[in-house]
Structures are given as structure tokens and as C-alpha cells.
């Protein structure tokens, strides 16, 4: 499960959705169960023990997407899935679909030189040692003065808190140099709103909305890696920041501020969180820089095959696939890691995270293949999902089986470590029919079943939810060794895993046969933004968040919601709302916490190429 910025496993379902999932679980109870014959008995411990531990092995070094280890992994579950009897997909002659996508970056060659009024010549510094561009940084060269704006936080007033780093000063066509972090020694309070502006991304759009040509970070000398360079992590979002945007170490931070004011002293003043305290020009200082950014492509593999129908095939949508990912972290090297300091660098196993949602996967196939069939079962192993859903996406945006075919989609993801015997089903809510196979596939496995209507979840069922198929996702939770080394083979709990596969085979037996295919239901995505005294804003969008696109790209609007009355589509890209100019999702994200409920606002879109022009007026959810 990828720990990007998603919502979180356990989100919370809408009011109204709540209450039918209670209706249909009751009405459920008193319907017969399921039953379980004799080929839907528990798997076999000890085979969902060696395909964990062989996955979850040193072997395959964490399993990164496009790593060696990702490919062999991907190679051994080839093997697994021609053993149980499974075979490419029609047109097809491989089990892998590969696909590019975006693995990183490096700095290219940035370069900083700093002129003082009265030298003779520029300070030049340049990457590695003095000077590194951020991985969000576009290319580009620029000049022009330099301005301090202190930490560049801005805080929206729907947070009660007034704070604004770039009040007073003018930095438009400027060079804006801003401390990384947020004030530590602020009151905690305080320090809690602070720190949820401090990202970098959102630093460099605050920026960039007042006109700034540029973004230079300081790790000042009061802060955590006092002059360090900021480390060019991975960065999920494929878009750039709409500007230049670099760090610097401690000698040309001290060369920026050497005629004005000392930079520790500048820190120390900014330091208590007081929203009075203000930035200053760096007079007599120009600085010209270039930030050169090099993203390395990559090629990911997902592993996808079927069992063919055996009897005569349902023609209402004759597909049924099941489905986890089974790439991880690698070393944790990309930004996601959740590792202590000694564990840094060590292979991140992802017993739980997704090797064991795999092996289920596995199982699952394995009991299907010897009963009978009257819908083709797909079973499909994903890569990259821990940097986006991008192998899932890549499948769909491909769609060797369109995605109208599917009846349902599987998938689990997590679900090897059982706490207190309770299994967590998401995406309950994009199918009516649901609640009712859940709850009489339960009778035999006795889970403590909670059931969330919520498919907008950081897994691949979100991809598939947001293509309109009837989705449905297992997870056991987080736990302590979640995105760590310590995520190991022998904490997996294997009899309770063989347990949900006995379910799940159940409730995919039960689609697989069913005359009629299950009906997709569009559910309301949860709040995206908190406006003034708790009340939510809701736009009623539906973020493409794999999308590499200059702007937001829209997989789809809510009927009846906000997008949808101001006549947004999926497939629209918006580039600017309420004034606010959108590079990316951050971006996007950000502008959200500036709307009010019931106050109209411009959004600017463009749709086939052309540049459009609309009117937004947010609504309320409590």
C-alpha cells in the first residue's frame, strides 16, 4: 500500500451509505449462507507460507518497481499462475504487461552564482556539494533580486490562524529564498498548523501564485540537517511545480544573507511561530540560477492471466478479476520508508505489504482452477502500486480486457496480519449486492466483518471504482511494521489467511456464476477539504492521480455535484480555480482550502485543447 497522499485505509463511509450497508448486513443474516463445498476448503498452510516467504525473501530485495528484484518476483509468479493452469490473455503470449513510467530523479547540473553590489565578480556554486534542484523543480534559468520569506507558509484563514510568510513584501519577478521546515520552537498548537504547510510543493505554489521566478530552500542552521543539501526523494507526483526550484547548502545560504542580515539570527526570530515577524529583501544581492532536473524512466511489469470459462459463457459482462499488488519499497530509498535510522538502506521484505495479498491471490486462482467456470476469471498481480497505482492504471489505460467487460474486481491488499479476528472489506459501497455476499460468505469464516463503503482507498480498487466496475478490496490493517524491514514472512498469521481465501473464494465462486453481473454504483467521494467552523466544501471532482498532465486531470465529476452543474468532464484538465494557478494535485489540493461554501468561484479548464472557462459554486457536507 503506498503511504503517498491518500486517504487513509480506515476513511470513514458517508452518513447515508452507512445506514444502507447496516439495512442490507441485517437483511443478510437472515438470508442462508453460502455454502462451501469440498473444493472451497482452506488452502493449504503450508503453500501460503512458501509463496509469502519466497516473495518476502531476501532474493528479491524488496521488490521495487523496475528493480531486478521486481522482474524476478514477477517471473516467479509467472510460474505460479502456469502451474495452477492459468494462461495469457486472449491476443496475448506472455503473462507480463510491461509498462514506463517515471523512477526517480537526479540534479543535471543546477548552478547558483550570487552577485553583491561593489564586487567585481558573480559566487558561483553548483551541484552536487553546494547546490541541488528539487524533484519537482522545472528546468529553466533565471535572475533577478532576491527576497527572504521566511519559512514561505501560508496558512488559509479557514484555519482560524493568521499566517502568511510573503505578507509585505513584493517578490513578484523575484528570487524567493525560503527556510525549509516550519518554526520548531512554536507552541504546539501552533506548530501543528504550521507543519501541515510546510511541504516543500506547497512552499514552491505559494510562491509561484505571487509572481516569484524562482524557489531557493535553506536548511537554516537552527533546523534538523542544519545545511544540507534536501535529498532529491521520489517524488509521486509526475508534474512539475510550475517554477524553478533548487536547494542550497550552508556556504551560499551564507553568501545570500552576508549583507543584510545573519541567517541564524534570521531563524532565531522566526522560530517562535509569531505571524508578525517579517521577510526582507536581500538587498544588494541578484542571484541567477539554472535548476536541471533529469527523471529517469523505468519499465514495470504486472503479471496478468485467466482461467477460461468451462461451460457456457455469461455474456452480461463475462469477466471476473482478482487481483493484488506485489511489488514494495526495495530498499526504502524513494521516500516512503518508515524505517528507524539503523534499519536505513536495509531490504524492505513486504511480508504483509503486498506479498501476502499475492499469495491470496494465488489461492484463490488455485481453487477456481479445478471447478467449474461459467465467467472467464482473470487474475492479476500489479506493479508500481506503491508510487501511485500506476501498474493498475497502465491496465486499464491499455485495457487488454475493457474494463465494460468486468462483472467485479477483487482485491486484497494487506492481509496477513489478523488483529483481534477483524477483516476490514472496503469498497462495500460501489455495488449494491455487496452487503449481502459478504455477510452469507461469513457464516463459514466467523469474521468480525466491517464493512466501508468508501472505493476512494490508497489500493488498486480505486482504479477499477473509478472505471465504473463493481469493486471490492480485504485488508487486516496496519500494524507497527508497516513500510519497514521488520515487515517479515514469520509474523504473517497463515491460518487466518487461508481463512479469507476460503471466503473470498466464495463470494468470487458466487459472481463468476451469477446470470446477471454485479451493478456498479458511483459513490460520493469523501470530503476533500474542512472550510470555517468544521463545515465541509465539497466539489464534487474526481482527481486522476497518476496523472502526468500540467494541471488537474478529472477521471470523472459527481452527478448532480458542483463539477458536474458547472459543466466540468471527466477527462477535463483544470488549470486554474479561484485564482490559484494548478500545476498538479498538490496544487489542486491546496486551492481547495481557499473556497467557501455557496461562494462562486472562476475555474479555468481546458478540454480537447482548448482553454475554457466556468463557474464553480462549492456546496456543503457535514
Given amino acids: 500500500m503506498p503511504a503517498i497522499r491518500r486517504r487513509s485505509r480506515h476513511t470513514a463511509a458517508t452518513p447515508a451509505l452507512d445506514r444502507l450497508l447496516a439495512v442490507a448486513l441485517a437483511a443478510a443474516i437472515c438470508a442462508p449462507p453460502i455454502v462451501l463445498g469440498q473444493t472451497s476448503s482452506p488452502p493449504a498452510t503450508a503453500t501460503l507460507r512458501t509463496r509469502v516467504a519466497t516473495l518476502a525473501s531476501e532474493r528479491f530485495g524488496g521488490r521495487e518497481a523496475g528493480s531486478d528484484g521486481e522482474r524476478q518476483a514477477s517471473d516467479y509468479l509467472a510460474e505460479e499462475l502456469t502451474r495452477i493452469g492459468a494462461k495469457p490473455l486472449p491476443g496475448r503470449t506472455s503473462l507480463f504487461q510491461s509498462f514506463e513510467f517515471t523512477g526517480g530523479s537526479d540534479d543535471a547540473g543546477s548552478t547558483l552564482a550570487i552577485e553583491a553590489d561593489g564586487t567585481p565578480r558573480a559566487v558561483e556554486f553548483q551541484a552536487p556539494r553546494e547546490v541541488r534542484a528539487l524533484s519537482f523543480s522545472d528546468d529553466g534559468t533565471v535572475s533577478g533580486e532576491a527576497v527572504f520569506a521566511g519559512y514561505g507558509i501560508v496558512v488559509p484563514e479557514a484555519q482560524g490562524f493568521a499566517y502568511d510568510s510573503y505578507a509585505g513584501l513584493e517578490v513578484k519577478d523575484k528570487i524567493v529564498i525560503v527556510l525549509r521546515y516550519f518554526p520548531e520552537e512554536a507552541e504546539a498548537k501552533t506548530k501543528g498548523i504550521l507543519a501541515r504547510y510546510a511541504d516543500l510543493r506547497y512552499k514552491a505554489m505559494a510562491a509561484r501564485q505571487r509572481g516569484a521566478k524562482a524557489l531557493v530552500v535553506v536548511t537554516g542552521p537552527n533546523s534538523p540537517n542544519a545545511g544540507e543539501l534536501v535529498p532529491m526523494t521520489f517524488d509521486t507526483a509526475l508534474a512539475g511545480s510550475g517554477l524553478p526550484a533548487i536547494s542550497v547548502a550552508g556556504a551560499p545560504a551564507t553568501a545570500l544573507f552576508e549583507r543584510t542580515r545573519p541567517l541564524r539570527e534570521a531563524q532565531q526570530a522566526l522560530d517562535g511561530g509569531n505571524p508578525h515577524v517579517a521577510g526582507f529583501a536581500l538587498d544588494g544581492i541578484r542571484v541567477s540560477l539554472r535548476a536541471a532536473v533529469s527523471r529517469r524512466t523505468r519499465t514495470g511489469r504486472n503479471v496478468v492471466a485467466y482461467l477460461p470459462a468451462t461451460g457456457p459463457l455469461i455474456q452480461d459482462k463475462p469477466w471476473v478479476m482478482i487481483g493484488a499488488h506485489y511489488d514494495h519499497l526495495g530498499a526504502g530509498a524513494n521516500g516512503n520508508s518508515l ?163 476460503t471466503m473470498a473464494t466464495a463470494i468470487a465462486r458466487r459472481v463468476i456464476d451469477a446470470e446477471a453481473s454485479m451493478a456498479f454504483v458511483k459513490v460520493e467521494p469523501p470530503t476533500q477539504a474542512a472550510g470555517r467552523a468544521g463545515i465541509r466544501v465539497f466539489t464534487g471532482t474526481v482527481p486522476d492521480y497518476a496523472s502526468e498532465a500540467k494541471g488537474l486531470l478529472l477521471s470523472g465529476v459527481i452527478g448532480g455535484g458542483p463539477a458536474d452543474q458547472a459543466g466540468l468532464e471527466k477527462g477535463d484538465v483544470v488549470v486554474e480555480i479561484a485564482g490559484q494557478t494548478i500545476a498538479n494535485i498538490y496544487d489542486y489540493t491546496y486551492a481547495l482550502e481557499l473556497l467557501k461554501i455557496g461562494q462562486p468561484v472562476a475555474v479555468v479548464y481546458v478540454r480537447g485543447g482548448e482553454r475554457r472557462t466556468t463557474t464553480l459554486t462549492p456546496s456543503a457536507r457535514r
Avoid at 501476502?356 to 472467464?376: D, F, K, M, N, W
Avoid at 468486468?406 to 488483529?419: H, K, P, W
Fill in 339 to 501: 524505517a528507524t535510522a539503523a534499519d536505513k538502506g536495509r531490504p524492505h521484505l513486504g511480508a504483509d505489504d503486498n506479498a501476502s495479498g499475492t499469495a491470496a491471490v494465488l489461492a484463490i486462482g488455485e481453487a477456481l482452477a479445478s471447478q467449474p467456470r461459467r465467467r472467464h476469471v482473470l487474475l492479476a498481480l500489479w506493479s508500481a502500486e506503491e508510487i501511485g497505482l500506476v501498474g493498475s492504471n497502465a491496465f486499464v489505460t491499455a485495457a487488454p480486457v475493457p474494463a465494460g467487460q468486468l462483472s467485479a474486481y477483487l482485491n486484497f491488499d494487506m492481509v496477513g496480519r489478523m488483529q483481534d479476528n477483524k477483516l476490514t472489506a472496503q469498497a462495500v459501497g460501489s455495488s449494491p449486492g455487496w452487503a449481502s455476499l459478504l455477510e452469507r460468505a461469513n457464516v463459514a469464516t466467523g469474521f468480525d466483518l466491517v464493512a466501508m463503503a468508501d472505493p476512494y482507498q490508497p489500493t488498486d480498487v480505486s482504479t477499477f471504482n473509478q472505471a465504473g466496475v463493481a469493486s471490492l478490496s480485504f485488508t487486516t490493517g496496519v500494524h507497527s511494521d508497516y513500510h519497514k524491514p521488520s515487515d517479515t514472512a514469520e509474523k504473517i498469521n497463515y491460518d487466518d489467511l487461508g481463512r479469507l481465501v
